[in-house]
Structures are given as C-alpha cells and as structure tokens.
C-alpha cells in the first residue's frame, strides 16, 4: 500500500533549494547572504535590510505605547 504524496508548506521547504527568500527567484552564479538568509541579487538584498529595518521601528514604536 503506497502512501499518497504530501505536500510541503512554505515553511518546511528549504529556501537555499528553491530560490531567493525575498522574491522567490533563481540563484545566478553569485549567491547573496544577509542574517543566514540565501539571497539572489544586491536589489533583493537591500530590500531585505529595508524590511528588517522597518520591522525594528515597528516593534520598537509598540513596546514604547
């Protein structure tokens, strides 16, 4: 008796396998890091760094209210 396929959810895939963690891209032949996170261009890199950055300020601005 076979087992039917299962499906992986997003976050039990692996994202160095699949592509970029930002845009979901191939890796060319330069692969980008920033906080262990597998990145597939500088422009996806600064967009992760703007993202963190926000996240910051955000979590910074409701433990202040």
Known sequence: MELPERRLFESERCSSV???????????????????????????????????ERDRRWLFRAQVA
């Open 18 to 52: 699949n592509g970029c963690a930002v845009c979901g891209g191939k890796f060319g032949l330069i692969r980008y890091y920033s906080w262990r996170t597998a990145l597939c261009s500088k422009k996806c890199v600064e967009r992760f760094r703007t993202r963190r």
